[in-house]
């Protein structure tokens, strides 16, 4: 059997990656507990010690540690970041990922044998955004935006240096990451800057006479009836009246699961399926790793891939394969 897939995998807590990496996952991606990522929410995330135990854990395994360093220093305040490349290399990472061109290039100069990986943060899409990256600080690999096309992820393929991983599983950001303001505007906390888009501390659910409604900082982002699937509010998935009508302007609740088109996803030359959930505990890792361990292996079989449902664990109990199959333009 050949591996076809790298299958990387997402850890908020000690727990959850020994989790991922027992249920099969060949990758963890994870972050330190501060700014420098862009999941910095309280509860989450890795102390220097508790990486150093799940670098050996992983790597007494066979299994490899991309440490996320992907949010974009702030003015005059570079040494957090500096530091969490330093402490990412002293630990044995296999890989960072970061987003920012200046820690790109203090990464390449002073840890020249640390495996570069592009963030999606950076939002590179495009073959000359990627290319430039690898040229100027030899990205190896380059986690694409959630917008392309599977015809399009072929067609950069053929064009480009280095390997791409797309996300396969997990919440689905509809904005342009790394570029999105939207939090900003209503928290004053910055996810690009801070790791916090939609941060807990600003949020609020109120029983109304007309139902549940969901805050974010002082705007109102869904009410929901009584029966109704209640999700997390963030702007870019709240429900607002425009024109007259009630609706979710730029993205309904729901889950990205590319499943039924990973046989077409190695056919476009991707080499590695990101699985997004930092945030979320052990159990959703373990389930969700579970079943694209066997996806993944019976594509390197040579099977198709089995019926596997994560319906449950699936934003609002739907799931999309969002604009790997788009028909608009």
Known sequence: MSKVLELVCPAGTPAALRGAIDAGADTVYLGFRDETNARNFPGLN???EELR???????DRDREIFVAINTFPSPGNFEPWRQAVDDAAALGADAVILADIGLLQYCKENHPGLRRHLSVQASASNADAINFFHRQFDVRR???????????IAALNAVIAVETEVFAFGGLCVMAEGRCSLSSYATGQSPNLRG????ASHVRYEETDDGLKSRLGTFTINMFDE????GYPTLCKGRFIANGKTSYLFEEPTSLNTLDILPDLVEAGVVALKIEGRQRGKAYVEQVVTGFRQAVDAIANGQCVPAINLDSLTEGQKNTAGAYDKGWR
């Open 46 to 48: 890795f102390d220097r």
């Open 196 to 199: 916090v888009c939609s941060p």
């Open 142 to 152: 380059v986690v694409l935006p959630r917008v392309l096309t599977v015809a399009e």
């Open 53 to 59: 135990e799940g670098m050996a854990y992983a790597h």
């Open 227 to 230: 029966d109704e699937p209640v």
